[in-house]
């Protein structure tokens, strides 16, 4: 059953992706001919951002940290209007397919490559992670019964998101990301009702029992050395949202395909209101899952991350026990629950991992080769970069030992925090700077970033959190000031 459905989905999305690339060229693949409607922008890019770690990894939140992380998503939506009324006019004023051109335009040549290969480097290893998540999901509940290894599983839908975006690029994601991001509503909604149901409550007493549960808490305002001081995950958040939406060529390359300046600023201010609530109901479920476990008699799983498959589990095989006598009712329900906990984890990381591999496209033939009309280039490149992202999901498959939603971050402070201080000193100082040095610069800043790190914890006990986005960030600003003169 979760093998037919899957099957179905990719058929939809193939039928989008066919009716989407029709006379594509390459400026259908880079810019969707700039004719995206803004409001199918703003929906698709919330599946797009919150991808197959926030549906597997943030309900597990709650067992470690509450529901704390509403003080960033509270950050991501201050960090939308910065992107918003900042960085976008700027964008639309110099017509860029690529945003790190500006960089080029405003620091020198060296300074564009080293943002477009930081941003190749930080895509790569962030969305390897977060498909991650879909592959071993698939693994798990159809391909492992099977006797299919996870490489075949890894290849195999990477080899499916080529085949639906080799033509269409950028156009086709628009659409096909608002039908995913539907199905993923869809898959939440639905597996939020059976566990209400399977508590016993109605949805109003469900509300009620979240409400109530010390896991609710949201606002740490007592403890400046906890890595949840709503300070701290606020400030985060929109330095967060400005550097992986705003100075991120895969997050602004589809609000960069609207007709007009206005049309992207709405679409970012609605993607930015929609995206606290969605990860609201997510940290909910995360509650009543506890809720459940504990109900049941059942330990809570150690590691957050496997709260809600193990629920899944669980409850698959309690309605596979009370069918036996009904083979009818077993074929009809015993896989309900597993069919849509896939189908959300499915549309969740496929739209977010499809728009990375085409935004990683963009990057090396408009920024690195700087040939934008040469076909046969974009076709090789599009090829290399899923060949490449498959290598990465295997490596991140034998490495990985932390939850995967701070695996992600964590990616993020070290390598995204060269981008944020090379935007900064671009727009905030009218410097310049000594382009020659700036890949030294951006590559010794994440060490010392590092070194601090680890030498404050060692002395003192304080661990940086999120903060630490910043931190490198302003160390680049630095040594940038340093090696420039005013204009």
């Known amino acids: 059953m979760i093998l037919t459905v899957v099957l179905l989905y990719f058929a939809l999305l193939f039928a989008v992706s066919r009716l989407t690339s029709r006379r594509a ?6 810019r969707a001919d700039r004719r995206s409607p803004w409001l199918m922008v703003a929906f698709g890019m919330v599946g797009a951002s919150i991808s197959g770690v926030t549906f597997v990894s943030v309900p597990g939140m709650v067992m470690h940290s509450q529901m704390t992380y509403l003080q960033t998503c509270m950050g991501f ?13 700027l964008y639309y004023r110099l017509s860029l397919t690529s ?11 060296r300074s564009h490559q080293t943002g477009s290969w930081f941003f190749l480097l930080s895509k790569m290893a962030g969305a390897a992670v977060k498909f991650y998540v879909v592959c071993i999901i698939l693994q798990r509940f159809a391909f492992e019964p099977l006797g299919v290894p996870f490489v075949v599983t890894a290849v195999g839908l990477v080899a499916l998101i080529w085949l639906y975006t080799r033509r269409g690029g950028i156009k086709t994601l628009v659409w096909t990301d608002t039908l995913q991001t539907l199905c993923l509503y869809v898959a939440l909604l639905i597996i939020i009702y ?44 929109i330095f967060i949202v400005i550097v992986m939406t705003g100075l991120d060529q895969d997050m602004m390359q589809k609000n960069l395909t609207c007709r007009t300046l206005r049309a ?6 609605t993607y930015g209101v929609l995206f606290l609530p969605v990860n ?13 476990y504990q109900q049941q008699g059942i330990a809570v799983p150690a590691m957050g991350d496997t709260l809600l498959p193990q629920y899944i589990t669980s409850a698959a095989h309690s309605v596979q026990s009370a069918a036996v006598a009904n083979s009818s009712f077993f074929i009809l329900h015993s896989s309900f629950i597993e069919v849509f906990f896939v189908l959300g984890i499915v549309a969740a990381s496929f739209s ?9 496209t963009t990057i090396y033939c408009v920024d690195i080769r700087q040939r934008n009309d040469d076909e046969r280039l974009r076709k090789r490149t599009h090829l290399v970069m ?22 992600i971050y964590v990616i993020v402070s070290y390598t995204y925090g060269p981008l944020l201080g090379l935007f900064a000193f671009g727009l905030l100082t009218r410097r310049t700077v000594n382009d020659r040095w700036v890949p030294f610069i951006a590559i010794a800043s994440p060490l010392l970033c590092f070194a601090i790190d680890y030498g404050v914890g060692q002395l003192t006990g304080y661990r940086f959190g999120y903060e630490l986005l910043m931190l490198n960030g302003l160390l680049t600003f630095i040594g940038l000031w340093s090696t420039g003169r005013h204009i």
């Open 99 to 109: 945003i790190y051109a500006y960089l080029g335009q405003r620091l020198g040549p």
């Open 386 to 407: 899923c060949a490449v992202f498959v290598l990465f999901i295997l490596l991140f498959r034998v490495l990985n030992s932390t939850s995967l939603i701070d695996a």
């Open 352 to 360: 977010s991992a499809d728009s990375a591999l085409t935004s990683l």
């Open 194 to 237: 059976k566990v209400i149901g399977d508590l016993g409550l109605s949805p109003s007493e469900a509300i009620r029992a979240v409400a109530d549960s010390e896991l609710s808490r949201v606002f740490v305002m007592d403890d400046w050395v906890s890595k949840q001081h709503f300070v701290k995950q606020f400030v985060s958040g």
């Open 280 to 292: 609201a109901l997510f940290l909910a479920l995360g509650v009543l899952l506890t809720m459940w």
């Open 264 to 269: 992207a600023q709405k679409d970012m201010c």
């Open 77 to 89: 939506i201050a960090g939308y209007v910065v992107v918003a009324f900042v960085l976008l006019p």
């Open 25 to 30: 060229s390459n400026d259908t693949f880079f």
